[in-house]
T-cell receptor, first 116, second 113 residues
Framework: NAGVMQNPRHLVRRRGQEARLRCSPMKGHSHVYWYRQLPEEGLKFMVYLQKENIIDESGMPKERFSAEFPKEGPSILRIQQVVRGDSAAYFCASSPSVPANTGELFFGEGSRLTVL | TQLLEQSPQFLSIQEGENLTVYCNSSSVFSSLQWYRQEPGEGPVLLVT?????EVKKLKRLTFQFGDARKDSSLHITAAQTGDTGLYLCAGADQETSGSRLTFGEGTQLTVNP
């Protein structure tokens, strides 16, 4: 899982600011997933992307959150006008070009967002 | 909505003891994974089970998938302090072919020397 690179590892924002979290998948992986982990809770699915396409965004909040995975460059999870409830660890995961039905994912080390 | 319930939520044992962690659901999953997560890090995949009734062993860890593919267990023999961590089970949705995992809330294991 060391191959999935996330940055920043820690991000502090004031209420109302924007947060941008970046994720570079493992080499050879073209499927990216974002999960959120609130304190004392398990991971919750947010969005699944392939290059230039959002495949499943059923876990994304309807407002202020967006994600992209451009043809070139990392995947970006963007949170506009952050609120304290957005404070969490955001994990990116990737899977190979043809994901197996087993759903195995390789996770990055996460980006920890703190909203003051 | 699929849910996975893990038990116990917290477990503190002495080195050398055995333990079992459970992961239960009313839903059927196409596969189930177990991850271990340490503080400040991302989850690391331990094993994937796919077939109902399947048993997999990884050194001192034994994983079992229920016959109906709704539940799983993780058994650790002769626990060591290095086994300390958060153990998460995650189920792959049959309909989405594994593109979306449902995670349990985890079992926090502490192995004391």
């Amino acid at each position: 899982n060391a191959g999935v690179m996330q940055n920043p590892r820690h991000l502090v924002r004031r209420r109302g600011q924007e947060a941008r979290l970046r994720c570079s998948p493992m080499k050879g992986h073209s499927h990216v997933y974002w999960y959120r982990q609130l304190p004392e809770e398990g991971l919750k699915f947010m969005v699944y992307l392939q290059k230039e396409n959002i495949i499943d965004e059923s876990g994304m909040p309807k407002e202020r959150f967006s994600a992209e995975f451009p043809k070139e460059g990392p995947s970006i999870l963007r949170i506009q006008q952050v609120v304290r409830g957005d404070s969490a660890a955001y994990f990116c995961a990737s899977s190979p070009s043809v994901p197996a039905n087993t759903g195995e994912l390789f996770f990055g080390e996460g980006s920890r967002l703190t909203v003051l | 909505t699929q849910l996975l319930e893990q038990s116990p939520q917290f477990l503190s044992i002495q080195e050398g003891e055995n333990l079992t962690v459970y992961c239960n659901s009313s839903s059927v999953f196409s596969s189930l994974q177990w991850y271990r997560q340490e503080p400040g890090e991302g989850p690391v995949l331990l094993v994937t089970v796919v077939t109902g009734g399947e048993v997999k062993k990884l050194k001192r860890l034994t994983f079992q998938f229920g016959d109906a593919r709704k539940d799983s267990s993780l058994h650790i023999t002769a626990a060591q302090t290095g086994d300390t961590g958060l153990y998460l089970c995650a189920g792959a949705d049959q309909e989405t072919s594994g593109s979306r995992l449902t995670f349990g809330e985890g079992t926090q294991l502490t192995v004391n020397p």
